[in-house]
């Protein structure tokens, strides 16, 4: 009888399975790609056959970490270390726009061990004639279409696969292993590496190791490789966001069918009430009720399963940012999904159950359901929304189904409007026409010579080059800290108003946002421990802008030192003589330096890689809410439809065309779409100041709303209507008049 029910109406069902399918698929997907990140790191540890790790102290992710080699010949002499292995990480993006992360290893070292070769022959075997040599991983040849002897540019730079290899980890699987040295010069670190692999010589040796390296190194951390994949912040940071992502998808598919089984009892209101006249008590029609909301649900993920892993499966092959990470798939990505869709059942069913089960017989038997409601009173929008608030619970169903996704787009455009501003206000306060970071590099690990700034200061036409480098640290009152460093004497600080205290003079002096300094309680003349480095607080400073605000500055030469990018700046600003002149001058800059990319302030996409990425996570967020709300308004629109048949067929008698029918549908559609826009719209700026509040990054970036975020949302709430009343609007207009007044 469950499934019978469930499929008297096959498209509406159909519908609706794709909408959970959707969500679950969601949860696998993202699930898959935090595992490949998670495994990623477990292997680049565990499986390196160290055991232990050292990294430096407060960098907010391993693989931005930099350390001194030379750290590594001072291991090797301690009594309770057996070998060293120096690892160098590269994020490079390549000609054609996807990433691909580069491992820099030693050649003879025991971590290069776990690399697996399946072709060719080792980096310390082969003798290549040009290029560098280089091993692929199984699937980035694939993906890259390279195979052994092919020559492959890696940030501007020849390398020729010498090898391929396999770790069964997605994410090595994914990337290339290079030359340490190769490495070194890929992310322009000379004699600097992200972390060291420790193997000792007894593994009861080891606290005495953790004690002489608090002693001699204080900069650094030693961790144990087990358990190091889950303590790395980036790995929390994209199980969050996985999880945020699939829980809205998750929510959104729950509203559509607890819409769907809604108009499932509602049309069988007679069929209730003769089951409640012949003896089912409430308990069994609520049974009933759950048992096919269950059905529904677990239909719904197993199919979300499958096309979870499909789209992991392309996300990895696209060789995006994501992709970059691989998947990997674990027994507890589905056991998640399939407990998420036994809750969604048991919770997206519950309303429609407690509604069937308040039926009274006697009233239930009378119900006609081709008649429909009744709204009494006449209502400012007209027949549209009298149509709509004939079925108030569902209409609420289905713009709360719509909101949801709106609201995703609303917040998320507004965080990501509220970056960009954020810097548009630094390099417009700070007077910057021109911004330059390393070419092919992702801007979080972007490395520029201080030679390079110096040729491009003699240039005529610029005024001033200013070097930044901004890092975040974790403290003891606050989980990070983002830190921007400036020459005492740069253009720029006059961007940093002073309204308590002094600005930097000498070393050792940290200026402090206002926002930080409460939430540290530091005032002026207090002391800030970062890393081994103990700075004396001289000044508070406001600039209006949340990122700066809740964050510090330092000398230049003091942030190179923290962040281990020594003689090195992550960007430059540039300020010219003639702003009227920035065109010109950067196309003479990009002929002049080939290896750095140059870009406007107003271009700042084309280079600052997290304001891209936050652009095409929001396209893709709204393509999912235009999907999901579509699905769930054109199964509303349908039943709309199927319940008025006799009406629809009493105005075709009366002389209606089809071309008014199909107008009068379309309405009540694209109404329905724009109700549900303009909750979402007030949803999503609630949301952005509740993100806001949260501890951590969240609170430097402010949110800023345009009105083009909004025009955006009310455009994807129309397209949503529009596609979702379109079938149920044609279907409307073939109902031929005799047949639609025989209905019932």
């Known amino acids: 009888m469950v499934l019978r029910n469930l499929f008297r109406r096959k498209g509406r069902t159909m519908l609706t399975l794709f909408g959970i399918a959707i969500g679950v698929a969601a949860i696998v997907a993202l699930g898959a790609v935090a595992g490949g990140l998670r495994q990623g790191f477990a292997s680049m540890t565990r499986g390196s056959e160290a055991d232990l790790i050292v990294t430096q102290v407060g960098a907010l992710t391993t693989i931005v970490g930099s350390i001194d080699q030379a750290v590594a010949e001072e291991l090797q002499a301690m009594p309770e270390v057996a070998a060293v292995d120096s690892f160098v990480f590269a994020n490079i993006i390549l000609d054609d726009g996807s990433y691909l992360f580069c491992f820099g290893l030693e050649p003879h070292g025991f971590a290069i061990r776990r690399f697996r070769l399946v072709e060719g022959e080792r ?69 600097r590496v992200t972390l060291l692999y420790v193997k000792l010589r007894d593994p009861g040796m080891a606290d005495p190791f953790r004690a002489r390296m608090a002693r001699r190194f204080p900069d650094l951390s030693v961790f144990a490789t087990a358990g190091f994949a889950d303590q790395e912040y980036m790995v929390r940071t994209i199980d969050a966001i996985a999880m945020a992502i699939a829980g809205l998808a998750v929510v959104i598919g729950g509203v559509g069918m607890t819409n769907t089984l809604f108009m499932s009892v509602f049309e069988r209101t007679t069929e209730i009430g003769v089951l409640r006249a012949l003896g089912w008590r409430r308990r069994r029609v609520v049974s009933l009720v759950l048992q096919e909301s269950l059905a529904l649900s677990l239909l719904g993920g197993l199919a979300g399963v499958a096309l979870g892993v499909a789209a992991a499966v392309l996300v990895r092959r696209a060789g995006g940012w994501i992709g970059a990470w691989g998947s990997q798939f674990s027994p507890g990505i589905f056991v998640r999904a399939l407990v998420t869709v036994g809750v969604l059942g048991l919770v997206g069913g519950a309303y429609p159950a407690w509604w069937a089960s308040r039926l009274q017989p006697v009233e239930a038997m009378r119900y006609e359901g081709g008649a429909g409601g009744r709204v009494s009173r006449p209502l400012p929008g007209g027949m549209p929304l009298r149509n709509l608030l004939r079925r108030r619970t569902r209409t609420v169903l289905t713009t709360l189904g719509i909101a949801i996704g709106i609201a995703a787009v609303v917040a998320l455009g507004g965080l990501a409007e509220g970056m960009y501003s954020m810097f548009s206000q630094i390099w417009r306060d700070s007077q910057v026409d021109l911004i330059a970071m390393q070419a092919n590099t992702d801007s979080d690990f972007s490395a520029i010579d201080e030679r390079v700034g110096s040729r491009m200061a003699a240039m005529p036409e610029v005024e001033a080059v200013a070097g930044v480098i901004f890092t975040a640290l974790s403290t003891e009152k606050m989980p990070m800290l983002i830190l921007s460093g400036y020459h005492p004497r740069s253009f720029v600080m006059g961007h940093f108003r002073i309204v308590e205290g002094s600005s930097l003079t000498t070393p050792h002096q940290i200026l402090v946002g206002r926002r930080a300094a409460e939430q540290m309680g530091l005032k002026v003349g207090d002391t800030l421990r970062l890393q081994e480095f103990t700075f004396r607080v001289v000044g508070i400073y406001e600039t209006g802008v949340a990122y700066e605000d809740v964050g510090g500055v330092v000398s230049l030469r003091e942030a ?32 002049a330096f080939p290896g750095i990319d140059f870009a406007l302030t107003t271009e700042a996409e084309q280079v600052v890689s997290d304001l891209r990425l936050m652009r095409q996570m929001i396209g893709q967020i709204s393509f999912l809410a235009v999907f999901i709300g579509a699905v769930g308004m054109l199964n509303t629109m349908l039943m709309s439809v199927l319940e008025r048949t006799r009406e629809i067929g009493v105005l075709r008698a009366l002389g209606w065309r089809r071309r008014r029918v199909l107008g009068m549908i379309l309405r009540e559609s694209l109404l329905l779409g724009i109700l549900g826009g303009l909750c979402g719209i007030a949803l999503g700026v609630l949301l952005a100041a509740v993100v806001k509040q949260m501890p951590g990054i969240a609170q430097a970036f402010a949110p800023a709303f345009k009105p083009t975020i909004f025009l955006q949302a009310t455009l994807v709430s129309l397209v949503a209507g529009g596609l979702g009343g379109l079938y149920p609007a044609w279907r409307a207009t073939r109902m031929h008049p005799a047949e639609a007044l025989r209905y019932e």
């Open 123 to 191: 980096l310390d075997q082969a003798s290549v004639r040009r290029g560098r040599p280089l091993l692929l991983g199984r699937q980035a040849a694939e993906r890259l279409h390279r195979k052994v002897g092919d020559l492959l540019y890696v940030g501007k730079l020849p390398f020729r696969v010498v090898g391929l290899y396999e770790t069964g980890s997605s994410m090595e699987d994914t990337a290339a292993v290079v030359l340490l040295e190769d490495a070194q010069t890929l992310t322009v670190q000379p004699r």
């Open 560 to 591: 190179q030192t923290l962040s281990g990018k020594l003689r090195q700046v992550q960007m430059y600003y540039i300020k010219l003589k003639r702003s009227e002149e920035a065109e010109a001058v950067r196309d003479r800059l990009k002929a």
